[in-house]
């Protein structure tokens, strides 16, 4: 660092005074660089303490994605028959193509996963969360869907034969159409914890009409000329 030394001239009086030396220091660039890192540094120490940085590490993680971290454990092409999973975090898990038959995933969190061309059937996933999975490609016959969140999900191709759907939510998921028909014949019941009538989830008509309907007269009975008469003569006339 140069240092630069500027003498202030003193008159010639009749009083005494001392001379004052002014010291103006300068820096070169190469020290201002040097200034700046270090203070940068000093800084850096203070804001991101241990405690800060782990704080830190801790949201990133668990804003990994849109379903947060979860635990996404890997079981892929895995047999897994008959294993409990049952009250799990099982967020964003991978149980593509495995075979799950009458495995335990009751009131898991399956947020997210991936049950692609998976086998799981008889599987029980009575009140899971199985909002945004992928479940394509499926075998899901005979499964307890009991409550289960299945908003969002992708169903396509997959069969739910005979699965129990009472009281699911199917809001926004996405089924073939036939599947959605075939569900509709015996939908029934609300989710407890969406509140969401799983006949309405599905999209599908009148309750009344299903389940009146048979296989050989889908719209069910029609009713007679003479009941509609008699209905219309029991509506109240306001205008006599």
């Known amino acids: 660092m140069a240092l630069a030394a500027r003498m202030t001239p003193v008159r010639a009086t009749g009083i005494t005074r001392s001379r004052r030396v002014n010291v103006v220091a300068r820096a070169t660039p190469e020290q ?8 940068g540094a000093l800084a850096a120490a203070l804001v991101c303490s241990p405690a800060a940085m782990a704080d830190l590490n801790r949201f990133e993680y668990n804003a990994a994605t849109e379903f947060g971290a979860g635990t996404a454990l890997q079981y892929g092409e895995a047999d897994i028959d008959g294993k409990d999973f049952s009250n799990q975090d099982l967020r964003r898990s991978n149980f593509t193509a495995a075979s799950a038959k009458k495995a335990n995933f009751a009131h898991s969190n399956l947020q997210g996963a991936y049950f692609i061309k998976a086998v799981v059937f008889r599987a029980n996933f009575e ?7 992928l479940m394509d490609r499926a075998v899901i016959n005979e499964a307890n869907l009991r409550q289960a969140n299945l908003q969002r999900a992708i169903l396509t191709r997959s069969d739910l034969g005979g699965a129990d759907i009472y009281g699911a939510d199917f809001t926004n998921a996405l089924l073939d159409k036939l599947q959605q028909q075939a569900l509709c014949r015996y939908a029934d019941g609300v989710n407890e914890s969406t509140g969401v009538a799983t006949r309405k989830s599905l999209g599908c008509g009148s309750a009344r009409r299903f389940r009146a309907s048979t ?25 006599e």
């Open 127 to 133: 009140g899971a969360n199985l909002s945004d999975t």
């Open 215 to 239: 296989p050989s007269n889908p719209d069910g009975p029609q009713p007679t000329e003479d009941e509609k008469d008699a209905f219309r003569a029991s509506l109240p006339k306001y205008f």
């Open 32 to 39: 201002r660089v040097g200034l700046v890192a270090a203070t």
